[in-house]
């Protein structure tokens, strides 16, 4: 099993907003986030936006292209792009670059 921790920055002006979205993720966000192997995922928000991600999978790169192919996915990152800092252009399923693990203790 991977675990895969990942760092984006949500905008100050949009964390009370980020907040309530994620008090009421979207039913069938949720089925395609199991579905396609995200497990034990957690978002942890900063007061300054600092986001911290982690999840655990088979495959980080299988259970991007899983949510990848869903219409929920699609209309979700349509949604969430707004409320983060720094894309560059890229949604923010695209931004989220796994951290390189330098301890862990089972």
Do not use: I
Not at 50 to 68: C, N, R
Not at 81 to 86: C, H, I, T
């Amino acid at each position: 099993m991977q675990r895969v921790c990942f760092l984006l920055k949500v905008r100050q002006d949009k964390l009370a907003e980020y907040r309530e979205r994620h008090a009421a993720v979207w039913p069938e966000m949720l089925e395609a986030l199991s579905a396609t192997g995200w497990h034990n995922y957690s978002l942890f928000l900063r007061d300054d936006g600092l986001l911290v991600g982690y999840l655990e999978t088979e495959d980080f790169e299988a259970a991007k292209a899983g949510m990848e192919a869903t219409e929920v996915n699609a209309r979700w990152q349509a949604e969430m792009g707004e409320f983060f800092e720094s894309l560059d252009g890229a949604r923010p399923d695209e931004a989220m670059k796994p951290l390189t693990e330098v301890f862990h203790l089972a």
